[in-house]
């Protein structure tokens, strides 16, 4: 008899605390996990709006210098085609020179300050606005002798304080018999490069610009980082790409800044524009680009409280109302224990409590069935039992076991091909001992006597309800795939898979054991005959779970371990 335990805690207050635990734990870390998961989405959303921007930037950068470039281009063609490759500068030609000059300058001045032609005699044609800074008179002589020389070239962006506004000067050659006739240069306005920055910084928020390899800007999204009025303090990404220009760009670095004395952390990414040696930069400090989830956790934090303030008043109400079906079900439960099995406990409950008491009058009965049950197959065991049964049935069972999982099969199936495998000679008790311990051969009366065993085994097995799905596997245990098996001599699929698998495990280990008729084979061999001279008595696919069975060493486990209660 089970002794009352001593002190007891009233379930009314474990289930509050369970309820309190259950409602404030699991949104404690709900709301952490959306944090952190906006967080990261917030990041990667982030670096992906930086690097679009620093790529399209790049991108755009590049196209419009191109198309500059090919309408400069379209001048020195013109000079070609309309006045010869000997570049004589006739007062005829200089008058042509000056119209074509014009032509373009007044198409394109949008996006020229200046256009000019050079001869190699050093006349000089000149559209659009006088060039009178130093700096860029130096750079137009750079760029003229390696345009003489027949070189393209892109002088390094500078910004012009008068105009305000960064130029770029392109020179490219005009064609000659022997060498070029002269060069066309022109001084490209980035003002329309400027005014994208700009507008891309105002919808986005990030700070942008452009920088060439030696790390000098020329075009800012705030221009007054560009007149000297606004001092740059964001150096760290810029020494980057001036160190290492040709690093892979696209990336977004998190790094440390000191901005006005104070240092801060920043996201910024650049991207490289093709064919030049000049980059696309997108800045932004973290607290401006982060400020979103800051603001989440507040919010998140004030919700959670406001949730569990509800969760405990509900908690309160609802814990007294739980508990009272369960001190009914307690005292019914008591009843049962002391074996008054005579009625269903009877509690009417639209929660779980009543699926609960579903779950006990279905295991009254379940119990009370297996119990007789089990008492009718022990008194039939009782008077007609085999001593050696019992160790071959374990191992067949073993071996079944480990068959049916190589075979992937479902863990319900495996189940009952365990408890099918386990009885499957139980039949054996109704044979005589003279015939079942007979050592030499067999006569053909006896044959048939011996092979009476399958169905004597399902028969005792019939009047036990909870195994009618398992004595297939025991009366057809003896059946050949290719028909020759007894006592139907079925063959093939009509064979069920649970008798088909324990075939093979019964034939191994007769194989494998010491019979009074035969001396045991060693494992390699038995498994060899199986698979190789007698496999048309067996299923493939059984074949095939049995080899990998072997193979893995799995017949030397205990396969039935994880199916035994």
Same mark, same amino acid.
């Given at each position: 008899?089970?002794?009352a335990q001593g002190r007891r805690f009233k379930i009314l207050y474990v289930l509050l605390l369970?309820?309190? /635990?259950?409602?404030?734990?699991?949104?404690?870390?709900?709301?952490?996990?959306?944090?952190?998961?906006?967080?990261?989405? *917030?990041?990667?959303?982030?670096? $992906?709006?930086?690097?679009?921007?620093?790529?399209?930037l790049a991108n755009e950068v590049f196209l419009y210098m191109d198309?500059?470039?090919?309408?400069?281009?379209?001048?020195?063609?013109?000079?070609? %085609?309309?006045?010869?490759?000997?570049? /004589?500068?006739?007062?005829?030609?200089?008058?042509?020179?000056?119209?074509? *000059?014009?032509?373009?300058?007044?198409?394109?001045? %949008?996006?020229?300050?200046? /256009?000019?032609?050079?001869?190699? %005699?050093? /006349?000089r044609v000149v559209a659009g606005a006088m060039i009178q800074n130093e700096t860029l008179i130096r750079m137009l002589l750079e760029s003229s002798s390696l345009g003489l020389a027949g070189e393209e070239s892109v002088s390094i962006p500078y910004f012009i304080p008068r105009e305000q506004e960064s130029i770029v000067i392109f020179t490219t050659p005009i064609p000659g018999d022997e060498k070029p006739s002269g060069i066309i240069s022109a001084f490209i306005r980035l003002e329309p490069l400027q005014n994208i920055a700009s507008e891309r910084s105002l919808a986005s928020g990030l700070t942008i610009? *452009?920088?060439?390899?030696?790390?000098?800007?020329?075009?800012?999204?705030?221009?007054?980082?560009?007149?000297?009025?606004?001092?740059?303090?964001?150096?760290?990404?810029?020494?980057?790409?001036?160190?290492?220009?040709?690093?892979?760009?696209?990336?977004?670095?998190?790094?440390?800044?000191? $901005?006005?004395?104070?240092?801060?952390?920043? *996201?910024?990414?650049?991207y490289l524009v093709p064919d030049f040696d000049w980059a696309a930069f997108t800045v932004v400090e973290e607290d401006k680009a982060y400020y979103a989830v800051g603001e989440m956790k507040k919010k998140t934090m004030l919700w959670g409280i406001l949730v569990a303030a509800c969760s405990i008043l509900i908690a309160v109400l609802w814990a007294n109302q739980l508990t009272k079906p369960l001190r009914l079900l307690a005292l019914s439960a008591r009843k049962m224990g002391s074996g008054d099995f005579s009625e269903d406990i009877k509690i009417k409950s639209r929660f779980e409590i009543g699926a609960l008491v579903d779950a006990f009058n279905y295991m009254r009965h379940e119990i009370r069935d297996l119990f007789m049950g089990s008492i009718g197959m022990i008194t039939a065991a009782i008077d007609e039992k085999d001593p050696y049964t019992k160790g071959h049935s374990e191992r067949v069972k073993k071996y079944s076991v480990a068959i049916a999982k190589n075979m992937d099969l479902p863990k319900k199936t495996i189940e009952k091909i365990m408890i099918a495998a386990q009885l499957h000679d139980v039949g054996?008790?109704?044979?005589?001992?003279?015939?079942?311990?007979?050592?030499?051969?067999?006569?053909?009366?006896?044959?048939?006597?011996?092979?009476?065993?399958?169905?004597?085994?399902? $028969?005792?097995?019939?009047?036990?309800?909870?195994?009618?799905? $398992?004595?297939?596997?025991?009366?057809?245990?003896?059946?050949?795939?290719?028909g020759t098996g007894y006592p139907a001599g079925i063959r093939g699929d009509q064979i069920p898979l649970m008798a088909r698998i324990i075939s093979v495990a019964d034939t191994f280990d007769a194989m494998t054991t010491n019979r009074p008729y035969q001396k045991a084979m060693d494992w390699e061999s038995a498994v060899e005959r199986i698979t190789t001279e007698i496999p048309e008595r067996f299923d493939p696919d059984v074949l095939k779970g049995f080899i990998k069975a072997y193979e893995n060493g799995d017949l030397l486990r205990d396969g039935e371990h994880e199916y035994d209660s």
């Open positions: 008899m089970v002794k369970l309820i309190l /635990v259950i409602g404030i734990i699991p949104l404690a870390i709900s709301d952490w996990i959306l944090i952190n998961t906006s967080k990261e989405i *917030l990041i990667r959303n982030q670096n $992906i709006l930086q690097q679009n921007t620093s790529r399209s198309k500059i470039k090919d309408v400069v281009r379209g001048v020195a063609r013109s000079y070609h %085609d309309v006045l010869g490759a000997t570049g /004589v500068a006739s007062a005829k030609d200089l008058a042509k020179k000056k119209e074509i *000059l014009g032509n373009y300058y007044e198409e394109y001045q %949008d996006y020229l300050l200046t /256009v000019e032609s050079l001869n190699q %005699d050093n /006349v610009y *452009l920088a060439d390899h030696r790390g000098n800007i020329f075009i800012h999204s705030d221009k007054r980082y560009l007149t000297g009025s606004k001092r740059l303090e964001e150096k760290s990404l810029l020494k980057k790409f001036r160190d290492t220009p040709k690093m892979i760009s696209g990336i977004t670095l998190s790094y440390t800044e000191e $901005i006005l004395g104070d240092e801060k952390r920043m *996201l910024g990414t650049y054996k008790i109704g044979i005589q001992d003279a015939v079942l311990q007979k050592p030499g051969t067999l006569t053909k009366e006896e044959e048939k006597t011996m092979q009476q065993h399958p169905e004597k085994g399902a $028969i005792i097995m019939e009047s036990v309800r909870q195994l009618k799905e $398992i004595i297939p596997g025991m009366r057809y245990h003896h059946e050949r795939c290719n």
